[in-house]
């Protein structure tokens, strides 16, 4: 698969490691006010200038981490052009799905199994066999077909954005050599949460450049970072 010709920005925008690690701290911070202050909030124990405290630093890191999914959405669709092996790389998604899945369950509502809210890998996986599907169908409005079949299937599994996104890891895919154009969309897309179409400003100067970083062990962030949130969690809980 070819890389985007339209990449204006290489070898001086940012590269796919830049937004990686972007995405990550930004998830990182957005976990640790679900998985850490919600449960401080929750456990009754702060006075009401504490509770406020908390809160605030809540909002805060919820607001900073909507730019986080725009980015893995984005860096999906350009490793799905990048990749040498994409059933490889769906594989990757489904094991790290099915590992992130206890450790996911322990921040959302401190409890090691529920089936009623799936996370994000699940929906980047999803994602990844849409677009696979929509790159055999020349046809425009054929591709219509696999994305709605992904679309409703997130939803049925209660993933993590759910059919949105999905809807929107195939818009990006649809308008990827249309840089400008996919920006704005996707921006126009997520703008429902004030902070995500910075997301799509960062994207927009990406220069097509993978940069330094082991992706092996960005992918083990996920699942332990959580792991460690969820714990914590439920400890501040039971104290």
Known sequence: MQANSSDKFAGKGISGSTLKWIAMITMIIDHFAVG?????????QLSTFDYSSVYTAYTISRAIGR?????????????????????????RLGIFAIISEVPFNLVIDQTFWNLGYQNVFFTLLIGLVTIWSMSKVENNFLKLIPALLGIVLAELLHTDYGAFGVLLIAVLYQYRELRLWQSIIGGLMVAWEITAPISFVLSYFYNGLKGRYNAKWLYWIYPVHLLIFGLIGRAILNA
């Open 36 to 44: 850490i202050f919600i449960p401080m909030m929750e456990a009754g």
């Open 67 to 91: 730019l986080a999914f725009p980015i893995f959405c984005f860096l999906l669709v350009e490793g799905f052009f990048y990749t040498s092996n994409v059933k490889k790389y769906a594989i």
